[in-house]
């Protein structure tokens, strides 16, 4: 009789064991080093596009101030003199109108004070030469003649004080008391001390933001509290032009631009230089 040996049973299938499972520290890991990049630089790409919508295409752009320097110059040659009761210095504030120099008069007071005598022996004459109708008519076009030279002396006369032509600070000396100037040469400068225009430069990337005169602005003074105006674009510039070094986003770096000066309304304090934002409304309408 044969006998039979003991075993497993033939219906229980060989490979019925279970995998085991990944851990998560390793599944975390595996997450980290091959799909976290390509998640991040999707994220960080779309993101990138976002901004640059936003902030190029979005209509925003970076501006300042503009400054008003005015040269105040003579339009005579002679010798500065001192203006009585007060020395005008760097800093000081002068109103419009306000005299901030003068020429030194007395050349020209002598100047007219022979023109004169002049003239009245010239009438002088003219009033003797009665009955003779040549010597007249001579006599009379010199009178007319240095009756015109004693009215540009006496323009000139006036022309000695020097006033400013705006209201604001000075911020340059040329030429002091006691020093010659010569017709043309400028004696002080004078920075206006309000401003109702901003110059922006529009970069290569910023060029869907297209301005047209007209086209609204809104400006961010940053200030605390932030303060909004609302302008316009009021002149764009035909050419495209080195950006100045206030405006640009690395000092090392040169930068060209679209200038483009921009208007706020009648009544809002600027402080010319100030560095203010700009968001152009793209695709509106200009008034």
């Known amino acids: 009789m044969t006998r039979t040996t003991a075993g497993p049973s033939s219906s229980t299938p060989l490979d019925d064991r279970q995998p085991i499972p990944i851990p998560m520290r390793v599944r975390w890991q595996r997450f980290r080093h091959q799909l976290l990049p390509v998640l991040t630089l999707i994220f960080c790409s779309i993101l990138a596009g976002w901004l640059w919508y936003h902030q190029a295409a979005g209509g925003h752009a970076v501006g300042a101030v503009e400054v008003l320097h ?17 020395q005008i210095q760097v800093l000081d504030k002068v109103g419009e109108g306000d005299v901030v120099a003068q020429i ?23 009033k003797e030469s009665v009955g003779d109708a040549a010597r007249g008519k001579s006599l009379q076009a010199m009178i007319d003649s240095k009756q015109q030279d004693l009215a540009d002396a ?8 020097i006033r400013s032509p705006i209201s604001g600070t ?6 002091r008391p ?29 060029q ?20 909004t105006v609302v302008g316009q674009v009021e002149t764009v510039g035909g050419q ?3 950006v100045p070094n206030r405006q640009l986003r690395d000092q090392k770096v040169p930068e060209w631009g679209l200038p483009v000066r921009v208007a706020v309304p009648e ?10 934002t700009l968001d152009f409304k793209v695709g509106a309408a200009g008034r």
């Not at 009544?267 to 203010?276: A, D, F």
């Open 267 to 276: 009544g809002v304090s600027l402080r010319p230089g100030e560095i203010v």
């Open 240 to 242: 495209v032009e080195s």
């Open 70 to 86: 005015v040269p105040v110059t003579t339009t005579v040659h002679g010798t500065l003199a001192y203006l009585p009761g007060k």
């Open 178 to 206: 006691g020093q010659a100037a010569q017709a043309g040469d400028p004696i002080l400068e004078i920075s206006a001390d309000r401003s109702i225009a901003i110059v922006a430069y529009l970069r290569q990337d910023q």
């Open 154 to 161: 006496d323009q000139k006369l006036e022309s000695l004080q």
């Open 104 to 126: 030194d008069s007395a050349a020209f007071k002598t100047r007219r004070a022979a023109l004169q005598a002049e003239l009245d022996d010239l009438r002088r004459q003219a």
């Open 170 to 175: 000075v911020t340059h000396v040329h030429l």
């Open 208 to 227: 869907l933001i297209n301005p047209t005169k007209g086209m609204p602005v809104h400006v961010y003074l940053n200030r605390r509290p932030v303060q």
